[in-house]
């Protein structure tokens, strides 16, 4: 037996305000399989687990359809509803002991689903213990009170009442919430268990990684509608740009990077009516929009959070479909925001870049390592617009320029901060200087500047303003060059080695501002450094350079669990910065096709001289050697823990 929800809208009415729940939410949950829903609190996860249940609240209006099989089970009484729950439909709800009756015995509770359809009370004893002991529960704890079982115990017992009658559809409310990891893997073996006996079930969580272990199909939530709808690994192939936001957030086992958050936050959606009369409609409170909070009805719900909004989502709304994923997005999920092409360039015939190809997808954070003269920085220049390739090309999506210069959606933060500033502008004129460019009106210009500057945490007092780069130490530069650099509220951000000229203290502060920053303008961000400890801390995706070559590239949890590359190892092995000492001189690249490396690599063989090639891992990353399977064995990474 499946369930299906279609078409389902749910609202809460209070006082002159009507809170929308559930908006147009469709799916299907099939036999024998797992459906997960995640989504933040508030997106409407719990009420759909009611509603399928037939157990809204008075206020609560619902629309659409859902069914059970062949039986709608909308519009149906509350008789008829009942005699479904626990027999076909059961669901185990969160906060497991406000759900018990704390002056019943726990087997007497698990037993009254039977005894309530006209089963022996002894029987029905006699089935509950057999259920609880099913559920880890010794015997001696059976005739206790709820108050005198743990919450694991608690949760356990609450789905010994839900299988009691053994129903076909079956719902958890976050089963594992507050679960101990022992418990929690005891209780996901018991879900496998009984969507293997061929019931539905539908596994309502926040808990990214349970979804993954277990979900045949995800279903992601934001404000009562579905984002993404995936068959996919949510955490290795998220699709919607909420679902990325999501996993930036989830901590795992394997997670290399620090966590990262989602800019905005998700406010209840209302409709209300004013006083005036000025009629029905939706208000949501943001920091993206109007002062008042008004925004439009139409268009994407997550655009004011997004980081890679154009004007189509303001209008539009479409579901793109795959064969594995359907995603809420008219740009077809998370795209690509900048690419650089074949990219080639020389200085005095020394080769900077071998014809380098790189992808930045939306609001991303990019860390491009290597050795001092790998041909980071000749990268970043490119990217800015300071100079130009020889060969190949660098362009952004089209859609995400809508006809501006690079210098208006880039920003630059250079790893020499009084290098990078004139000294004959103050504080403001600096800051203000990539607005007078760009013709910005003179009277949006303060405004523009103080906004800039408070972003970066740099004073915004009039005798500051007007201090001059060498009045002020390194950090409070750096932070100046920073406040320039998103002056222009740029969509790209290159930082090139931003923090490696200031002290240690002032290199945490000033890179914990870099990285809000990244998430609250959701920014994209390609963020260049010789410290591969630093990488791993902050990178979503990473690559590794040497002598202008591309040599290994991907995630960043695959970079640093499961290097492919000789080199990458290498500086792995040395914790930050590998530098070769002068017996170990580097193949300059005069033949592009030729591995930089091969002078230092061990595995090196005949053919590493004639070619290059560039083989796919996972289909998440890729890496430029002959000999990757070779590297493939576990790693253990040398001071990198």
Not at 7 to 27: I, K, M, P, Q, R
Not at 178 to 183: I, Q
Request: hydrophobic residues 40%; aromatic residues 6%.
């Amino acid at each position: 037996m499946n369930l299906r929800i279609n078409n389902l809208f749910v609202s809460y009415t209070d006082n002159d305000h009507v809170l929308s729940a559930l908006n147009g939410v469709d799916f299907k949950i099939e036999k024998g399989q797992i459906t997960a829903l995640v989504g933040e609190s508030g997106s409407g996860k719990t009420t759909l687990g009611l509603a399928c249940m037939g157990l809204l609240p008075e206020n609560a209006e619902q629309n659409g359809r859902i069914w059970l099989g062949t039986q709608m089970l909308t519009g149906l009484d509350n008789e008829s509803l009942n005699a479904l729950r626990h027999n076909t439909i059961a669901m185990v709800f969160q906060n497991g002991g406000a759900n018990f009756n704390p002056v019943i015995r726990v087997i007497d509770q698990v037993a009254e689903p039977l005894v309530s359809r006209g089963t022996k009370k002894k029987e029905a004893r006699q089935k509950a213990s057999a259920m609880l002991n099913r559920m880890g529960l010794a015997a001696p704890l059976h005739d206790r009170y709820a108050h005198q079982l743990s919450g694991g115990q608690i949760q356990r017992a609450l789905m010994a009442m839900a299988l009691i009658l053994d129903p076909k559809i079956l719902i958890l409310d976050e089963p594992t919430a507050s679960l101990d990891s022992v418990t929690k893997s005891f209780v996901k073996t018991i879900i496998q268990e009984e969507a293997a006996s061929g019931k539905a079930i539908l596994l309502i969580t926040h808990d990214l990684g349970l979804a993954q272990d277990l979900a045949d199909k995800t279903i992601v939530l934001y404000l009562g509608q579905v984002m993404e709808e995936t068959c996919e690994k949510i955490i290795e192939n998220p699709g919607h740009p909420y679902t990325h936001a999501l996993v930036r957030s989830f901590p795992t086992l394997d997670t290399t990077r620090d966590l990262g958050g989602i800019r905005g936050t998700a406010f209840y959606r209302y409709t209300h009516c004013h006083k005036q009369g000025d009629g029905n409609h939706n208000h949501i409170q943001t920091d993206r929009f109007h002062d008042d909070g008004h925004v439009p009805v139409s268009g994407c719900i997550f655009r004011p959070r997004c980081t890679q909004v154009i004007d189509r989502c303001y209008n539009s709304i479409e579901i793109v479909q795959t064969e594995s994923q359907k995603i809420r997005c008219v740009r077809g999920g998370i795209t690509r925001m900048v690419r650089f092409k074949g990219v080639s360039k020389k200085y005095h015939k020394k080769t900077a870049l071998a014809s380098l190809d790189l992808d930045l997808y939306a609001g991303e954070l990019f860390c491009l390592v290597g050795e001092t003269g790998s041909g980071k920085t000749t990268l970043a220049m490119i990217a800015s617009g300071a100079i130009k390739s020889d060969t190949g090309s660098f362009e952004f999506n089209p859609e995400d320029i809508k006809g501006k210069s690079i210098s208006q959606i880039t920003g630059v933060v250079y790893q020499s901060p009084m290098e990078s500033v004139s000294h004959r502008l103050n504080v403001f004129d600096i800051v203000a200087e990539p607005l007078r460019i760009a013709k910005i009106e003179k009277d949006r210009v303060n405004e523009m500047v103080v906004r800039a500057l408070k972003r970066a945490q740099v004073s915004t007092a009039s005798d500051f303003l007007l201090r001059y780069p060498h009045e002020l130490n390194m950090g409070a530069v750096q932070r100046v060059c920073i406040a320039r650099a998103i002056v222009n509220e740029p969509l790209f951000l290159v930082a090139d080695e931003p923090t490696s000229a200031l002290d240690p203290s002032v290199q945490a502060k000033v890179l914990k501002m870099l990285l809000d920053l990244q998430t609250q303008l959701g920014l994209t961000l390609l963020f260049i450094t010789h410290n591969i400890g630093l990488a791993k801390k902050i990178g979503d995706r990473v690559g590794v350079m040497l002598s202008g070559h591309m040599m290994e590239q991907g995630p960043a949890k695959q970079i640093f669990n499961s290097p492919c590359h000789p080199y990458t190892r290498l500086l792995l092995e040395d914790g930050e910065e590998y530098q070769p000492t002068n017996s170990e001189s580097r193949v300059e690249n005069s033949k592009e096709h030729i591995c930089p490396f091969i002078s230092r690599c061990a595995l090196a063989q005949t053919q590493c001289f004639k070619t290059m090639p560039l083989k796919t891992i996972n289909g998440k990353g890729f890496v430029s050697c002959h000999q990757f399977e070779k590297t493939l064995e576990p790693f253990v990474h040398g001071c990198i823990n």
